[in-house]
């Protein structure tokens, strides 16, 4: 197998023969690598490590990219490998401080060195091949079953990137790496903006069945103050506050036609009926509109952009306006 | 057993070998475990022949390692059977759907070979409606249905267990897919039917029929678990507590209700009434306000799942801090460094602890200070899932140190790459504490930004490591070889997003028939390597997953094809027949 054999020179043959050697490993291996893990770095693990010199780790390449805020040399990892014979102790604080020195030599090299390395690591050669071929044979990669030829450009990669490499912008943002962090698909949509309601990309591969679907429906119920019995109406149906408050006049209508009828009336006119829910938005009519969110908390209705309402409102509810002093909005207490 | 009276010749057999089975197989039962009864199954033939005809509980951890005539010719006598079937990373996605892992044939077998079967159970597997109609038609003594991430069942399935299986003991549906067919299942269940020990249906969505379900609850009498759904509201849970006093395990249905003092009311003397309660779960929702109707059982508590109740603050804490004997506490990072402190100061018998993630970027404030102060003061804790933004090599060294009695590890740094946030170094020396310190480790998931060090660590010190998870970790081939080469106990192995190429795999091809199974998705293989491994170990069988979209036959492709994931298994059923059109078996 290529190798860079350079550096190899007198040494037993390697990590990089062992298809046709591989009892010749394990005896090594025992001899080698045995002795190694308990007394520290003999001749051998040097040689080893070195030859890992040109051969960083891979995926930490494209995380430097992503984890400057860390302010680290995730690189120097990879490369401090190298580093350790000369302190020649296997403790692991020892590695951390090679991972240090490490640093300064090869943050130049940072982003060049991501297709060297990805090839490097895959054919284990030193960087006797053409940017090029390295560029074509991690998008061959990508592309899966039928190789194109090389001299492709860059692009395949961040492609790569965006599928499945995590690309943070801040520390607290999460990713859209598929199948990360490990959970199961129930507990994506928990404590997330509404529970069973928006379609998570990231479980279209396991769970792309059509039960998925029904859990979308978002109708949620609606009560209105005096009248027992409540209603359930399907935000997905409407595109604006309007046309939800409208809609809540159209369903309560009925009702508040009949109490009007039975009680006493200085106000029963059809035209009355249109100011009750006149102003439901902004709180200065005879009615509010507010909601119960994901947190179960009661908020106003109206504040946030349409769509983050339709995704986090669980239910509604239409309050007497003279209630709202009464009502703590936005706490999780009692009404 | 003794040669005691042997009066033979030194040519005679001994005279055990004329004691007849059955008394090696009353023998067998005292053995603990199926891998002492495997041993001894194999030392001659005539234990072979006792062991396998007394088998009555078989685990096939791999559905496709035998086939399903196979184990029913080797073990006759099986009674309960609990077979498994994707691989584990198929619960975060990362394997297509139509995968495989169909359990009609297993259930076809055992119609035919084990009449007498009175327990199954299946863990992420495909389980039609035709299934569980075979199921309550082919085994007059069933008791036991278990069914943990499986798919491909509705509510008709439901419905003719209901109405089939006269003694049916148990129906725990765990985490499944079920689709809702508006079937009223649980009125199927006769109303001469009281043999209900367990009934778990939380995974279902869809409404349920509270009267029926009261019914029910009421007139099976020694039900000890209930875990309801979603659709259940707090009013109608109170009655059902008060129909069901003995219950030792509660799954609470939706939990979230405007605050009503009545309502309050009712479920705490609900609560009072329940002196056995030992296990509660559900709690989808809850709102705190509920949350001190729970206090009277708060101290009987040994297992508390409120990892759906996306509950925080005082409530959640005060809660937690009245069950002094709890040993398992499951919960979302919602209760924060704070709260995990309470926890170490009041459960001093916690032994599993799994705090999961919720969705609030930067609002919970839950760091390794909590895990370093459970570790310190719960001295039975074995077994920890903890999902967190940040660690330090220092605080795993701390956890390694003060508890060296930990089974099972498993940690996740949320951002993969994270180094130690203080030192910027990498995790290496955290968890290579870990692995030394814990001999007894048995399960290990490992995250954040390490180097192959970690695997010469793992490798040389996890003897009695089983399972292995990693991600987004390693720098080269060497950290996959350390791990192939040592871990001597290793079964399981899955490992996504690691420079790992084809190297250490092809060296250590031995080392997979040893194990149940290897899992590698996003590294550096290829198909070359790939197609070498089949050929060399003709027990394993190596399947390769393309993207669905591209299907190419496989034998077009050269050997420097790269394969996205691999999954790699010990078989001696030979290469399955059941394959999508994106796996191939090479």
Known sequence: ?335 | MGRGGSRATGAAAPPWHALPDEVWEHAFSFLPTAADRGAAAGACSSWLRAERRSRHHLAVANCYAAAPRDAIERFPAVRAAEVKGKPHFADFGLVPPAWGGAAAPWIAAAADGWPLLEELSFKRMVVTDECLEMIAASFRNFQVLRLVSCDGFSTAGLAAIAAGCRQLRELDLQENEIEDCSIHWLSLFPESFTSLVTLNFSCLDGEVNITVLERLVTRCRNLKTLKLNNAIPLDKLASLLQKAPQLVELGTGKFSADYHPDLFAKLEVAFGGCKSLRKLSGAWDAVPDYLPAFYCVCDGLTSLNLSYATVRGPELIKFISRCKNLQQLWVMDLIEDLGLAVVASSCSKLQELRVFPSDHFGLGVLTERGLVDVSASCPMLESVLYFCRRMTNEALITIAKNRPNFTCFRLCILEPHTPDYITQHPLDAGFSAIVESCKGLRRLSISGLLTDLVFRSIGAHADRLEMLSIAFAGNSDLGLNYILSGCKSLKKLEIRDCPFGDKPLLANAAKLETMRSLWMSSCLLTLGACRQLARKMPHLSVEIMNDPGWSCPLDSLPDESPVEKLYVYRTIAGPRSDTPSYVQIV
């Open chain 1, 1 to 335: 197998m290529e190798e860079s054999s350079k550096k190899r020179e007198g040494l037993p043959p390697q990590l990089l023969d062992l298809i046709p050697v591989e009892k010749e490993w394990k005896l090594r291996e025992a001899l080698g690598l045995g002795r190694s893990r308990n007394t520290g770095f003999d001749g051998e693990e040097d040689k080893k490590l070195d030859l890992k010199l040109g051969l960083p780790g891979l995926i930490e390449e494209d995380k430097k990219v992503t984890s400057r805020d860390y302010g680290i040399q995730e690189e120097s990892t990879s490369l401090s490998l190298g580093f350790f014979p000369k302190h020649s102790k296997i403790t692991t604080t020892t590695t951390t401080t090679g991972a240090k020195r490490g640093f300064i030599d090869t943050v130049v090299t940072k982003r060049e060195g991501y297709n060297d390395q990805k090839q490097q690591a895959r054919a284990g050669c030193g960087k006797e091949l053409a940017l090029e071929e390295m560029i074509a044979a991690v998008s061959e990669r990508k592309k899966g079953c039928c190789p194109p030829p090389p001299s492709h450009g860059v692009p395949a990669i961040p492609a790569r990137n965006s599928g499945n490499r995590p690309q943070t912008q801040g520390r607290g943002a999460a990713t859209p790496v598929v199948g990360w962090p490990p959970i199961r698909s129930f507990r994506r949509n928990l404590a997330s903006t509404s529970s069973k309601q928006s379609p998570e990309p990231r479980n279209v591969e396991s769970n792309a069945k059509a039960t998925l679907t029904c859990k979308k429906n978002p109708l949620v119920k609606i009560n209105m103050d005096g009248i027992p019995i409540g209603r359930k109406i399907d935000l997905a149906a409407y595109d604006s506050y309007d046309g939800l408050s409208s809609a809540v006049k159209k369903l309560f209508h009925g009702f508040l036609q009949a109490q009007k009828d039975i009680a006493s009336a200085e106000s029963a006119q059809q035209g009355a009926d249109e100011n009750i829910f006149y102003q439901l938005l902004d709180g200065s009519g005879e009615y509010t509109l507010v909601y119960e969110d994901s947190e179960g908390d009661r908020m106003l209705v109206g504040d946030v952009p349409w769509n983050v309402f339709v995704s986090t409102a669980k239910r509604l509810r239409v309050l007497r306006s003279s209630e709202l002093s009464h009502t703590v909005i936005g706490a999780t207490t009692r009404v």
